[in-house]
């Protein structure tokens, strides 16, 4: 753990059934038209429309961006930034998932900063000015992009997932309504909950974790733990949707400030070159990952091994380490969370770019936080271990 450590969240975080409705008069306070960033799907859903009726209540103009059709690349954001810039709007307000979240946190940063957005990869260029303000509603409960400084977004030029991290992409106002979220069919209600477990696990066991952020992260697992098959089996459980909407958000708060791990940089790549959602990425990646790093952080895995068993009092450290791992194998496997060979990528394609993901996912830093640091054979060897892995194991835990 860092001798010293920051926590910085949203200026304001709106939670609960239908706080959707504070989207209008959050606006009005910080401007007079809007940029609305979202996709077809939730335009269909009438999650978009439902945010435009609470605007116009509040007077606040708007023009609508529906680009979003896939993970994050700087096309979105280019085509995006032009709109906003030609409409001459003055805030950004996401609807949707950690995609359309993470287009979002680049205009406002871009609009007042300029540049290519791959220019602030690595801290290369600061976005010094204060961004536009972004209003951003999640409708899944996983990537806890409304509430981090992170935006992830695909260089379309060499397919490198680029994850930039500065003060200025974090959103002015988060507004988590697990209302919208109920939409979420049975393969991303999966996804995304073990991607906000992903991000709470390697928030407790990065080597930058402090105080702060482990109490979010341990709250946040005990939230996901208990609630996620409930809401992956009766997606119309709306407690069980709750409960994990507040679990991805507190997630997002803690991985925002303690960073994220060997996951998240092994997973980039794959999302990039193989063009996986991220959430699925982590799922796949999170259980070999834990028992590639687990003799470098047993303590720490033992304290999640008790969330999963909290009336087993006999356990020993290494015991509980191995209940953690073994428990979110049999997590994965009960949300029907498939292996790279099973998801449908083509092991030579696969064997062919090991190597370039193995190095970009050092170059992006994650796996630097790691409990147990990788190097480049370590790398491509996990990526091999994680094609064809199982995630049954012979004792379920959960």
């Known amino acids: 753990m860092e001798n010293s450590g920051v926590f910085r969240v949203p200026e304001a975080i709106f939670y609960g059934r239908g706080s959707l409705e504070k989207v209008g008069p959050e606006a009005a306070l910080r401007g007079k038209k809007a940029l609305i960033i979202s996709d077809k799907i939730m335009d269909q859903l009438g999650y978009v429309n439902e945010c435009l009726t609470h605007l116009e209540k509040e007077g606040v103009q708007h023009e609508v961006y529906l680009g979003v059709a896939s993970e994050p690349t700087d096309v979105y954001v280019a085509e995006a930034l032009e709109l906003f ?3 001459q709007c003055d805030i950004v307000v996401s609807v949707g998932g950690g995609s359309c979240i993470d287009t979002a ?4 940063a871009l609009a007042t900063n300029g540049g290519f957005i791959g220019d602030y990869m690595g801290g290369e260029k600061l976005a010094n000015n204060a961004p536009v303000p972004h209003i951003a509603l999640p409708t899944t409960a996983g990537t806890g992009s409304e509430a981090t400084d992170v935006t992830v977004i695909t260089n379309s030029s060499n397919d490198v997932k ?17 209302l919208l979220i109920v939409s979420s069919p049975k393969s991303v209600t999966s996804a995304t909950g073990v991607d906000a477990l992903s991000h709470a696990v390697e928030a407790y066991l990065s080597q930058k974790a402090h105080p702060m952020t482990d109490v979010m992260a341990v709250s946040a697992m005990k939230l996901i733990i208990k609630n996620i098959l409930t809401a992956y089996n009766d997606g119309e459980n709306i407690d069980a949707r709750e409960e994990m909407s507040l679990g991805s958000l507190k997630a997002g708060m803690a991985f925002s400030n303690a960073s994220v791990c060997l996951v998240h940089g092994m997973s980039r790549p794959i999302g990039a070159l193989f063009h996986v959602p991220h959430g699925i990425s982590n799922a796949m990646l999170l259980p070999a990952v834990l028992e590639f790093s687990k003799e470098a952080c047993i303590d720490r895995l033992a304290d999640i091994g008790r969330i999963f068993e909290p009336d087993n009092n006999s356990l020993s450290n290494e015991e509980a380490a191995d209940v953690a791992v073994t428990s979110i194998k049999n997590l994965c496997q009960k949300l029907n969370i498939p292996n790279l060979r099973d998801y449908g990528i083509d092991r030579e394609a696969f064997q062919a770019a090991v190597e370039k993901m193995a190095a970009d996912a050092i170059d992006s830093g994650s796996p630097g936080n790691n409990p147990r640091v990788p190097n480049h054979n370590e790398l491509t060897e996990l990526y091999h271990v994680c094609y064809d892995y199982q995630f049954s194991s012979e004792t379920e835990k959960v």
């Open 85 to 87: 810039q030609n409409q």
């Open 105 to 108: 946190k680049a205009i406002a």
């Open 162 to 178: 680029m994850m930039i991290k500065q003060p200025a992409f974090m959103p002015s106002v988060a507004i988590v309504d697990p």
